[in-house]
C-alpha cells in the first residue's frame, strides 16, 4: 500500500499540471510552444517508429531518438507537475545528445567510433562543441553558454540554481507553480526539442513518401515557429 504522503503528493503534483495547463490555454505563446513541442515530438518517433532502418548506424540513431523523446516526454510531465529544476536538467540532456547527435550528422563516418569508445576524447562534451563551432565559424562559444547555464541552474548544485527552487528568495520543498518559471520552462524546451528534430530527421535521407511528406510540413511549422518568436 502507498503511504498516504505520497499519495497526497500525487494529488498536489496532479492539482498543479492542471493549473500549468490552463495557464497554457489562456497564453497564445505558450500554447504555441506546446504546439511546436508536440510536432518535434511527432517528427522524432516518426523517425524511430515508422521507418524500417536501412543500416546499422540508422539503427544506432533512432536509439539516440529514443532518447531524445524519452527526455522530452519526462521533462513535460515534471514541468507540468511543479518540479522546474528536474525538468531543466532534462532539458541540457536534450541539448548533449543533439550536439552529439550534429557533430555525427558531419561526421557520419565516426559513428561505428562512437559505439565502440563513446567516451574517448573526440567525443567528450566538450569537444563536440568546440567541432560545432569550429565547422559553423562561431567565435563566441554561444554552445557552451547556452550549456553550462542549464549545467548551473539545474544539474549541478550551485547558488544560482536555488532561484529555480526558490524564486521568491523561499525555498519551496517538493512542488510548486510560479508562471515565470514555468513560462521560462517551456520556452527552453520548446528551442531544444525543436533543435533536437531538425538535427535528427537528416539523418535518414532514404524514408517512404509518407515520411517525406510528415518531413517536409514539420520543417515549414518549425521555420514559421522560429521567424515569429527568434527572428
Excluded at 64 to 89: C, D, E, H, T, V
Excluded at 160 to 184: H, S, W, Y
Aim: glycine share 6%.
Amino acid at each position: 500500500m502507498l503511504p498516504e504522503n505520497l499519495k497526497d503528493l500525487h494529488k498536489g503534483e496532479e492539482s498543479i499540471r492542471t493549473d500549468s495547463l490552463a495557464h497554457i490555454d489562456s497564453n497564445e505563446n505558450l500554447t504555441d510552444h506546446m504546439n511546436m513541442i508536440h510536432n518535434a515530438m511527432n517528427h522524432i518517433y516518426a523517425h524511430v517508429q515508422e521507418h524500417d532502418h536501412l543500416t546499422e548506424n540508422e539503427l544506432t540513431l533512432q536509439l539516440a531518438g529514443i532518447r531524445l523523446f524519452n527526455a522530452a516526454a519526462a521533462s513535460i510531465k515534471l514541468g507540468l507537475s511543479g518540479y522546474y529544476q528536474k525538468g531543466f536538467m532534462l532539458v541540457r540532456d536534450l541539448l548533449e545528445v543533439t550536439f552529439l547527435l550534429d557533430y555525427l550528422g558531419s561526421n557520419p563516418e565516426k559513428i561505428p567510433l562512437w559505439k565502440k569508445d563513446g567516451d574517448g576524447p573526440e567525443f567528450k562534451a566538450w569537444a563536440i562543441r568546440k567541432a560545432l563551432d569550429e565547422r559553423d565559424g562561431y567565435k563566441g562559444e554561444k554552445r557552451r553558454e547556452d550549456y553550462k547555464r542549464l549545467c548551473t541552474y539545474a544539474s549541478h548544485i550551485s547558488n544560482e540554481g536555488f532561484k529555480l527552487i526558490a524564486p521568491d528568495g523561499l525555498g519551496r520543498i517538493g512542488i510548486f507553480f510560479d508562471k515565470g518559471v514555468f513560462t521560462a520552462f517551456i520556452e527552453e524546451l520548446a528551442k531544444k526539442i525543436t533543435y533536437a528534430a531538425i538535427v535528427f530527421s537528416p539523418h535518414f535521407p532514404n524514408v517512404s513518401a509518407q515520411l517525406s511528406q510528415q518531413k517536409l510540413a514539420f520543417f515549414e511549422s518549425s521555420q514559421g515557429w522560429l521567424k515569429k518568436y527568434f527572428s
